[in-house]
């Protein structure tokens, strides 16, 4: 089954999500580091976006050609996307390239990683967007 079509085995879940970058560059910078971390595969490739794949769902990253409206997670609209990470260990690897990189910035950092009550990273993308990965509860973890 080609990766356009529903799965019905999924129904329900996400099948892909598309985000509008005002830098496409910096921001294909970003989410190509973190969705490998992810497991996330790279799916297609053209001018003015990427795609990315893991699975039946897939994120798809587009230039916006109008940037005159940036982004704002606290208006109406898209709050945050939130992953499934594999370990603690992995989140702590990610907020840690998070650090490093110059185009991210780790979020609630006097709470990290229990911001949300649960060890999980809390970033912003190049563009804003607000992105948390959940690591498993700590007895799930062999």
Known sequence: MSDDYADPAHTGQLHH???YASD?????EFW???LAELGYERKNEW???RSWINGPMYLVLVWADDADHPFD?????LNHL???GSSREQVDRLTAGV???ANATVLYEDRHPFAGGYYALYCEDPEGIKVEVVAPDASAET
């Open 82 to 84: 939130a992953f499934h």
């Open 73 to 77: 997670r606290q208006a109406a609209g």
């Open 47 to 49: 001018n003015g976006g």
């Open 99 to 101: 650090r490093e990189r």
């Open 24 to 28: 496409l560059e910096t921001s294909v």
């Open 32 to 34: 190509d580091w973190l």
């Open 17 to 19: 999500v598309e985000l």
